[in-house]
């Protein structure tokens, strides 16, 4: 029996069934190693629990990781929305890191500038994702609490997942584009058991038949120890027509001569505050294209 993880909590699990029928899962072993949109294989062992018994080979994994361990973001998801705000202030090398990540998954993604009816604080924020809205990522500017229609023909057909930085209205956008996620955030999870959830744990709304949304907690950091120098640069789409035609193959991009991606910047065809981003990401993991 197939089932797809709706909502991941530690090592519990809520899970859909091919009818519909929610169900609590608990995979066997001590590890956690499902995410919210994996596909996996179950057995039934009371009226509405499951255990988990493997995964279904996935299409994406979005995850993060330090030295130490990793965090499992979503899976299976074709699309990341990345949400910044007016206020409060938000990281140009935490988005850098983040859409990193994405593009390793092939994923596409999405900017949302939130709350532009803080007319004042909008140049600012205009200003500082510049580097960004440079590239081709489609940038999509919103109020939330008022209309959220500008995001959603970039929802349809695709199966996305919501990132960004505490505070920039996630929740509140979830809600504007799902109704009924409100009741889930004020309500106690009958199935997890675990109280009150507003976005604690990652979960998986359905937009209509083709499409879906998951919305995950805030993140203030987001480790990339996991790939390799070569998968960070092509991480930077910019850079990626200068890769490779460097003087040197194992071009670190910092002091080196005749470095093809300094003279992308140098020439006004990428960004220098992008350039200290990959230049900080890569810093001492050493040259390989991995």
Same mark, same amino acid.
């Given at each position: 029996m197939h089932g797809l993880v709706v909502a991941a909590h530690g090592r519990h699990y809520e899970l859909e069934l091919?009818?519909? =029928?929610?169900?609590?899962?608990?995979?066997?072993?001590?590890?956690?190693?499902?995410?919210?949109?994996? /596909? +996996? =294989?179950?057995? /039934?062992?009371?009226?509405?629990?499951?255990?988990?018994?493997?995964?279904?080979? /996935?299409?994406?994994?979005?995850?993060?990781?330090?030295? &130490?361990? =990793? !965090?499992?973001?979503? #899976?299976?998801?074709?699309?990341?929305i990345l949400v910044v705000a007016t206020e409060p202030s938000f990281s140009l090398e935490l988005l850098s890191r983040i859409l990193v990540a994405a593009e390793s998954q092939g994923l596409q993604s999405v900017i949302v500038l939130n709350k532009i009816d803080l007319e004042q604080r909008l140049p600012a924020a205009r200003a500082h994702l510049a580097p960004l809205a440079a590239l081709a990522y489609p940038l999509v500017e919103i109020?939330?609490?008022?209309?959220? @229609?500008?995001?959603?023909?970039?929802? @349809?057909g695709n199966i996305s997942v919501i990132v960004g930085q505490s505070g920039m209205g996630k929740s509140?956008?979830?809600? @504007?584009?799902?109704?009924?996620?409100? #009741?889930?955030?004020?309500?106690?999870?009958? +199935?997890?058991?675990s109280g009150k959830h507003s976005?604690?744990? @990652?979960?998986? &709304? /359905?937009?209509? #038949?083709?499409?879906?949304?998951?919305?995950?907690?805030?993140?203030?950091?987001?480790?990339?120890?996991?790939?390799?120098?070569?998968?960070?640069?092509?991480?930077?789409?910019?850079?990626?027509?200068?890769?490779? !035609?460097?003087?040197?193959?194992?071009?670190?991009?910092?002091?080196?001569?005749?470095c093809a991606v300094k003279d992308a910047v140098a020439t006004g065809r990428a960004d220098p505050q992008r350039l200290q981003h990959l230049q900080r990401l890569t810093a001492g993991r050493g040259p390989g294209p991995g």
């Amino acid at each position: 029996m197939h089932g797809l993880v709706v909502a991941a909590h530690g090592r519990h699990y809520e899970l859909e069934l091919p009818d519909g =029928e929610r169900v609590s899962g608990y995979p066997r072993g001590k590890k956690s190693i499902y995410a919210c949109g994996d /596909r +996996v =294989e179950t057995k /039934r062992i009371s009226a509405n629990q499951v255990q988990i018994l493997a995964n279904l080979p /996935r299409r994406s994994l979005l995850y993060r990781s330090d030295a &130490y361990r =990793e !965090k499992l973001i979503a #899976a299976n998801v074709t699309q990341m929305i990345l949400v910044v705000a007016t206020e409060p202030s938000f990281s140009l090398e935490l988005l850098s890191r983040i859409l990193v990540a994405a593009e390793s998954q092939g994923l596409q993604s999405v900017i949302v500038l939130n709350k532009i009816d803080l007319e004042q604080r909008l140049p600012a924020a205009r200003a500082h994702l510049a580097p960004l809205a440079a590239l081709a990522y489609p940038l999509v500017e919103i109020s939330a609490r008022g209309n959220a @229609a500008p995001l959603l023909p970039h929802l @349809a057909g695709n199966i996305s997942v919501i990132v960004g930085q505490s505070g920039m209205g996630k929740s509140t956008l979830v809600n @504007a584009l799902v109704p009924s996620a409100q #009741a889930a955030t004020r309500e106690i999870s009958t +199935v997890l058991d675990s109280g009150k959830h507003s976005t604690t744990h @990652a979960r998986l &709304y /359905r937009l209509d #038949a083709d499409s879906a949304l998951i919305d995950c907690p805030g993140l203030q950091e987001f480790g990339l120890a996991h790939l390799s120098t070569g998968a960070i640069e092509q991480g930077f789409i910019e850079m990626r027509p200068y890769l490779g !035609k460097c003087r040197f193959r194992d071009c670190q991009h910092v002091s080196e001569p005749n470095c093809a991606v300094k003279d992308a910047v140098a020439t006004g065809r990428a960004d220098p505050q992008r350039l200290q981003h990959l230049q900080r990401l890569t810093a001492g993991r050493g040259p390989g294209p991995g």
